[in-house]
């Protein structure tokens, strides 16, 4: 290690590491005490906000963390430490740990940050030792280029999904001492109750407190249909149509025995189908 | 809620769940035969008649298709709405006379120009009255009654049809997840983690490597699939779960506690293989794990009135109003149906105060003898 090395030259290196199973943690800081004898192991984080608190009291050289963390992850943990990197003016080493993620290692080689893949062995871990031991020793790297770096890291690991509306999957609904979770694809009709709606689902009903048209504002439009002032069905358990008197119709149902009205200004929908 | 509608004769708007258009009211076979029968039955009277043929052709005409219209109605009539209950058959049997009736009697009022009186009083016209309605029946008859026999034989094949198809769906998707066991189920990312937690153990000489590596081989031999199949047990799924629930542990040995309480009772019930551990895998993925401070599983079974339950709660994240639910759940619901039948159900509930409930319950079967 050169004496010209801008940081921890005097004390030696320092590091952190961050895995939310204790049993890696530990394994890594005894690979590292015989790798790197120089190099102080500042503490050990358990999650991602852990480590990035962490950072921030004791400033180590490298931070070596855990892709799969709870809460914050890896990646996220990653961005937050070298922001607070670049604004204090230093530089950071960053080395992610992960374990069998094809796409995550692909988006590390793309990157140029470190990587090891868990269960990863001593020689791996000593060619990465001996390059962050290279880089602390040179200048340090411009920060803002690692930022711009996690960035791109960020999007490839967690593609941004689309924005779709905020559609309900599941309704919550209390059923004597117990909230049910009904999954919205097995919802054969909802019916208003005054202030309540009448949830009917394959597996029973419940009354939910919420008006029909709340609810109906967050279901799929396409699925969902309004048959009468206080009905919603749910098209695929529609099994029948039967015109009745006046412009009115009814709605047989599979699996279920009673048949809902269908109002007047509603039965054009099932004219064409 | 619902306004009844009358029963009438008359072809009520009825819906199969592809609604009628036209070309469902006329079937060609039928209308032809009908014309060609109305034809020939006008050459066949016409000895008796002194009207010239081709008059008694449009009115045999005539009444053919008046006949065919009310049989095509009766045929359409869904079984709810056939008059007092009747039986189709036994429908047909008394509307087509009917219709025979009137139909000829709408044909001779067009031939007296309306004028009843002369249509009652001339002797001729009463017995050819008689005679062309009495035809009309006995041609109409025997042919609707053969043709409803014919119809009810294609609607049995069509039956038959659907239930062949239903249950290569069936078997199309039991060997789906018998793929699905071959290929995904030992998930790299858990097996390769798992590893490196046995790794660290070994390396350190820990007295807690031989259990570790234990429930590994716990894991990995129920997880994989077996060839013999043998008929699956609820005793070897929690030995899986166990097995797995005990891997977890000893990698998150400060944020994961675990018990398992399942009625003996349940221990030799058949089992879908890997239910249960969908089940514990999603609590502790999407439950336990993206807790910081993680959370407890608890895996509970009983007997309730004639039903199993079989339960995972914890007390993890719980599940968003918006969360996509995986395919998971959705294929396991259809596993446990195919498996138990139609009675199985896989529930899911918060749990109080927090975190997320779900559970299986299928009927029990019935002893078979009692003591």
């Known amino acids: 290690m050169s004496a010209l090395s801008p940081q921890g030259a005097a004390s030696g290196a320092s590091a952190l590491i961050a895995d939310d199973e204790p049993l890696l943690r530990e394994r ?6 015989r790798l790197w004898p120089g190099l102080r192991i500042v503490g050990q984080a358990r999650h991602g906000r852990e480590a990035v608190a962490l950072y921030e009291a004791e400033t180590p050289d490298v931070v070596f963390l855990d892709v799969h963390m709870p809460g914050l992850d890896g990646v996220g943990a990653a961005r937050a430490i070298a922001t607070g990197a670049a604004a204090a003016g ?7 740990v992960t374990a069998f993620e094809q796409y995550a290692v692909q988006a590390f080689e793309q990157g140029a940050v470190d990587y090891l893949v868990k269960p990863f062995d001593e020689p791996r871990l000593a060619a990465t030792v001996q390059r962050l031991r290279a880089r602390l020793a040179d200048a340090p790297a411009g920060a803002s280029r690692l930022e711009q770096l996690l960035e791109q890291l960020a999007t490839r690991l967690h ?16 059923v004597g001492p117990v909230v049910k ?6 919802v054969i ?23 029909l048209r709340d609810l109906q504002g967050e279901l799929d439009p396409e699925r969902f249909v309004q048959v009468h002032r206080s009905v919603l069905v749910a098209l695929p358990f529609v099994s029948q149509v039967v015109r009745g008197d006046s412009e009115t119709a009814e709605l047989h149902l599979r699996g279920r025995p009673e048949v809902l009205p269908v109002s007047r200004s509603y039965t054009h929908l099932f004219r064409q189908m | ?27 060609p076979p039928g209308l032809g035969l009908a014309i060609g029968v109305g034809l020939a039955a006008a050459v066949l009277i016409s000895p008796v008649f002194v009207t010239p043929v081709w008059v008694l052709m449009a009115r045999t005409l005539f009444i053919a298709l008046a006949l065919l219209a009310v049989y095509t109605a009766v045929e359409r009539c869904p079984e709810a709405r056939l008059p007092f209950g009747w039986p189709r058959w036994l429908t047909a049997l008394l509307a087509l006379p009917l219709a025979a009736v009137l139909a000829t009697l709408v044909v001779y009022l067009v031939a007296v120009r309306g004028d009843i009186v002369s249509l009652a009083t001339q002797a001729d016209r009463i017995s050819g009255f008689l ?23 294609q609607g049995v094949r069509a039956e038959r049809l659907a239930f062949e198809l239903e249950r290569s769906r069936l078997e199309k998707q039991a060997l789906d997840a018998r793929l699905a066991l071959l290929t995904a189920q030992i998930q790299p990312h858990f097996l390769f983690n798992t590893l490196a937690n046995v790794q660290a153990l070994v390396e350190a000489g820990s007295p807690r490597a031989p259990a570790l590596l234990g429930s590994l081989i716990e894991y990995l031999r129920a997880a994989m699939p077996r060839l013999e199949a043998a008929e699956p047990r609820l005793a070897d799924e929690l030995k899986l779960v166990r097995a797995y629930l005990a891997l977890m542990k000893m990698r998150m040995p400060d944020r994961l506690d675990w018990a398992i309480d399942v009625d003996e009772a349940l221990a030799g019930q058949r089992f879908p293989p890997m239910a249960l551990l969908t089940l514990v895998e999603n609590a502790v993925r999407h439950g336990v794990d993206p807790m910081e401070d993680g959370g407890h599983i608890r895996v509970q ?22 969360a996509r639910p995986g395919t998971g759940l959705s294929n396991l619901r259809e596993r446990m149906t195919a498996f138990f039948g139609s009675a199985a159900r896989l529930e899911l509930s918060e749990n109080r105060p927090q975190g997320l409930r779900a559970e299986l319950s299928w009927p029990l079967p019935v002893p078979e003898s009692r003591p």
């Not at chain 1, 202030?195 to 008006?211: C, D, H, M």
């Not at chain 2, 809620?1 to 079937?27: K, Q, V, Y």
């Open chain 1, 28 to 33: 890594l800081a005894q690979h590292l005490a």
């Open chain 1, 90 to 96: 230093r530089s950071v080493q960053l080395v992610f």
């Open chain 1, 159 to 174: 593609p941004p999904s689309a924005p779709a509306a905020p559609r309900l999957q599941w309704i919550k609904a209390s």
């Open chain 1, 181 to 186: 979770l009904i999954p919205v694809d097995e």
């Open chain 1, 189 to 211: 009709y909802c019916r208003s109750d005054e202030k309540y709606t009448q949830v009917v689902w394959t597996g029973g009903e419940a009354l939910i407190r919420r008006s």
């Open chain 2, 1 to 27: 809620m619902t306004s009844s509608p009358t029963p009438s004769a008359a072809p009520p708007g009825t819906e199969p769940p592809h609604p009628p258009r036209l070309r469902d009211w006329i079937n």
């Open chain 2, 131 to 153: 005679i062309t309605a009495f035809a009309a029946t006995l041609f109409g008859l025997p042919i609707a009654l053969v043709a409803q026999v014919r119809a009810r034989e």
């Open chain 2, 301 to 322: 079974g009983l007997v309730d009135a004639g039903r199993a339950r079989l339960s995972v709660l914890d007390n993890g994240a719980g599940m968003a109003e918006l």
